[in-house]
């Protein structure tokens, strides 16, 4: 099974990404965009898992203890940069609570076997990915300028930053990601609340 953790977005912030997507996405019609319902704000990306992985998984995650985190969704941009831009996401402000939620779960999942990150926690929420492109922020191989989103890039320039509202988050999940030809599906597995 293929597994991430994450927080939801409230239903509010979806409504204005979803209303957002629509005035953009026809900028991009080659890219792949994320269905409004799937949107989510990945923590932790652990990948194909046995079965067997879960419960130590979920035992490991039980034992955190951080506050709620206030994640206000503003502005947008490119991975890896936006010269060569193959993801389209939204950013976000937070105070420390969320980078210490990636951190403990970074910190957790290490002695199950799942390796640490390489590079500093970076809150978005993808929109958007290049036609067959992978949806890593890091810089790849055969990353380069590329068409996909000049429109885009275009369009943006002339709008205000866009705003989506604040939310506190509460709880996170671990998911389980179903990927098929007309795109990922994702499916809540655990919870655990923050406190």
Known sequence: MRLFIALDID???????????????????DARWVKAES??????????????????IKN??????????TIQFRGCGFFPT???????W????????????AGAIDDQMAPLG?????RAF???????????QSGSPRWRNGDGPTRTFQKLQEKLCALPVPEFGTMTAR????????????????????????K
Do not use: N
């Open 11 to 29: 239903d509010t912030i979806r409504e204005r990404v979803s209303r957002f997507v629509e005035g953009v996405c026809g900028f991009a019609p």
């Open 39 to 56: 949107l989510h704000l990945t923590l932790k990306f652990i990948g194909e898992q046995a079965e067997t992985a879960l419960e130590p």
């Open 60 to 69: 490991a995650l039980s034992t955190i203890s951080v506050s709620p985190a």
């Open 82 to 88: 936006a010269k060569s831009p193959r993801v389209f």
């Open 90 to 101: 939204i950013g976000m402000e937070a105070g420390p609570e969320l980078a210490k939620l």
């Open 114 to 118: 799942i390796a640490k990150e390489e």
């Open 122 to 132: 970076s809150p978005h929420l993808t929109l958007a990915r290049g036609a067959g």
């Open 171 to 194: 709880e996170f999940f671990v998911y389980q990601s179903r990927l098929s030809p007309k795109g990922s599906t994702y499916t809540k597995l655990a919870s655990f609340e923050l």
